[in-house]
């Protein structure tokens, strides 16, 4: 008796609580501002989060996105991750929002995500400190880039790794190009080899670190959440410690070994240590987790588009008989791979690392006949706008060949846009462009057909990117 009188409290409550809600959401509903986009707010509380975030291939636009845009157009309200917001599939609106950075919009992410990202991590901070901390790994990034010791590191890692498939027949990529792309950051960082257990304790926890992103933030011992936040506590521990010892070694000690970035920064001075630890997490998260993902969605496409791997590889070809037996590439060798840039283009397009960007509107804003009321949340879609018709011919295909045409830097958006411009795009274009060098100068591949990556709405594959590899010969491979 007692168990059923509880029921009955229990679902009386929930009725209550529920019909509050549809309440609050109907008058919310009715003092939104005239001229906003057309669109739905979803259920009371949690709105149309869950389905937006329901994962889906990451070379479309996925279920959500598509019947709304079907639906209300290219631009229209939802209710998002706790806020009233803006949903942009429209790449004009997408620039004005990047472009307006500061001035109109600001960066805002969901709460739970600063106790994964931290306070100072680039994502989450503004204005004169996001300035000040991005100019740090701008500074790190374009004297880095052309530097015979970086392009030594990156190719001497890549053919390490290439050769480590020697006789194989299948090989998890997706794990062996994480191990290629944290090996090579943080010996670029942080001076770590690769093979030491520092180095192997890294990825597990940034494994650990970027199932949090999407999870429900929830902290209960046990949950992605709880175990990402932990896993970022302990990445920020090692990193302290690394600074700590560092800054015990005399100037003889220093100038003895060659510096990597951290030593740049400590030389520097003027950031306090959580500072030095969020730049050096962001690019560890930069370089090793989308760059990774990004090599990946390449070597899936070439998988599936024989032509595009083709004509990659005579680029590569052609530049390797212009060198000696045994020469490394240099800066040159690397501006001249213009395929193999559209390649890497192509594949931000049609496999959207990044689905989309946080966003809040500073004030009322009008654009066009749409009216952004100050204080909502503005989601930027790149998914939209790498996917409309309107804009791409075909845009589901995997086509290299579109990026001869001028005007597609104005019609996508591969590292973003505005003073938020991935800083470090230019050092990942040189590393993903040196593995593809020597990847399709010693290796074709076959995917497997039920393997394709899935937006979660981060990137991974099915099966991990399981891959049938042989040795490249001169022969059609059938």
């Known amino acids: 008796m007692e168990a059923q009188l509880l029921s009955i409290v229990l679902a009386l409550s929930l009725a209550i609580l529920t019909l509050y809600f549809l309440v609050l959401h109907n008058l919310l509903s009715k003092q939104q501002p005239r001229n906003l986009p057309h669109g739905t707010m979803g259920w009371p509380i949690c709105g149309e989060t869950l389905t937006l975030l329901k994962p889906h291939r990451s070379n479309s636009m996925g279920t959500f996105l598509q019947q709304h845009c079907s639906r209300y157009g290219k631009v229209f309200k939802s209710h998002l991750f706790g806020s009233p917001a803006i949903v942009s599939c429209d790449n004009e609106l997408n620039m004005f929002i990047l472009q307006n950075e500061g001035k109109l919009f600001q960066a805002s992410y969901p709460k739970a995500m600063h106790g994964i990202l931290g306070k100072f991590s680039l994502l989450v901070v503004s204005r004169d400190l996001h300035k000040k901390l991005r100019n740090v790994v701008v500074s790190f990034s374009c004297s880095s880039k052309s530097t015979p010791a970086f392009l030594a590191l990156v ?191 192509e594949a931000m397009r049609c496999g959207n690392v990044v689905k989309f960007v946080h966003r809040k509107a500073l004030k009322e804003v009008k654009f066009k006949e749409y009216m952004i009321p100050s204080g909502w949340k503005v989601l930027p879609m790149f998914t939209g706008a790498h996917m409309d018709p309107s804009l791409h011919d075909n845009p589901s295909e995997f086509n290299p060949w579109r990026w001869t045409d001028k005007a597609m830097s104005k019609k996508v958006m591969p590292f973003g846009g505005g003073p938020r411009l991935c800083p470090g795009a230019e050092l990942a274009k040189v590393e993903i462009s040196f593995f593809l060098h020597h990847l399709v100068l010693n290796y074709r591949w076959k995917t497997k057909a039920d393997d394709f990556p899935v937006a979660y709405p981060y990137v991974e594959f099915t099966r991990g990117l399981l891959l049938e590899i042989e040795r490249n010969t001169d022969d059609t491979w059938n």
Not at 220 to 232: C, D, E, F, L, S
Not at 260 to 267: E, Q, W
Request: charged share 25%; aromatic share 10%.
């Open 155 to 345: 190719e001497n890692l890549s053919i390490s790794k290439i050769d480590s498939w020697t006789g194989c027949k299948e090989i998890p990529f997706c794990k062996e190009v994480r191990e290629f792309a944290l090996n090579l950051i943080v010996k670029l960082l942080l001076s770590i080899e690769p093979g030491e257990p520092q180095a192997f304790n890294i990825l597990e926890d940034f494994r650990t670190y970027m199932k949090g992103f999407i999870s429900l933030p929830v902290y209960i011992p046990g949950t992605p959440y709880a175990n990402a936040v932990k896993a970022r506590a302990r990445l920020s521990s090692t990193v302290r410690e690394i600074i700590k010892e560092r800054e015990k070694r005399s100037v003889d000690e220093v100038m003895i070994r060659e510096g990597d970035f951290l030593d740049v920064i400590l030389s520097k001075g003027g950031l306090i240590d959580e500072e030095i630890v969020s730049i050096v997490l962001d690019i560890l998260l930069g370089g090793y987790e989308t760059t990774a993902t990004l090599i990946s969605l390449i070597v899936y496409f070439l998988g599936h588009s024989p032509i595009a791997f083709q004509t990659l590889k005579e680029e590569h070809q052609a530049i390797r008989k212009n060198q000696k037996d045994g020469e490394p590439l240099n800066w040159e060798d690397y501006q001249k791979m213009d395929f193999t840039s559209n390649v890497i283009y």
